[in-house]
């Protein structure tokens, strides 16, 4: 049925496959019945401590450049927008044809890096892709990929309420369409083995929780790769 004037769709979804990726191992492949019959836990949020820049900090969020505080830009520079929140992002859904599928679309969540600081993006972000990854299998097979980018997703959009309530995207639903949605479309494009040392300086940098992806990747191998844009649309 329709939701409001704008004309959005209410859709329920028909679980056919569920892939799951979860501690070390390599990814398993579970049932829609397994899925729906588990019974949900609630597992309280953990507080971790890391040791940066030489000092132990507790806290939920990782902030990986202190100098950076320049503002999102304005609602009337939209390229400027795009770039803000591709610089800002730490991660983006990978969508692909899927071969395991059977060339159904496929979507998974990738750590990337737009530049080592959001002051040296380029826009093109990094990205890298384990060997035996579903999403590496598919770009092998169909190099046509669509990075997707939310809003929703950048800590420096996070509103802290009068009550200390922490609410993404300023207080905005992800689905609102004030809060900003990107999604870049071109080609994986992989980098050299001699050329990869920005991609890894970048992801190591961004990513301190993770350093194989500054230190050549995982142990079953896997390359870095970058996308060369054709277009991108969004939604702000």
Known sequence: EQWS?????????????????????????????????????????????????????QRLVVKINDNDDFPMPDKSDLVARARWIVAHSLWTTVSTTSVRLDGHPWGNIRSMADGPVPLESTGLPFFYLPTPDPTAVDVRANDQIILSFSEASLSERVL??????????????????????????????????????????????????????AKGGAHTGGDYYTITLSGMVLLD
């Open 5 to 57: 004037d704008a004309g959005y769709q209410v859709y329920e979804m028909t679980m056919t496959d569920l892939w799951m990726i979860y501690s070390y191992g390599g990814g398993s492949i579970l049932t829609p019945e397994q899925y729906t019959k588990a019974e949900p836990k609630h597992h309280s949020f953990p507080t971790f401590s890391h040791n940066l820049r030489g000092k132990t900090q």
């Open 160 to 213: 802290t309420t009068d009550n200390n309530h922490h609410r993404a995207c300023s207080g905005l639903d992800a689905m609102d369409p004030l809060c900003a949605r990107i999604h870049l479309y071109g080609t994986a494009t992989k980098i050299s083995k001699t050329d990869n040392r920005k991609a890894m300086q970048s992801l190591g940098k961004r990513h301190p929780l993770a350093p194989w992806l």
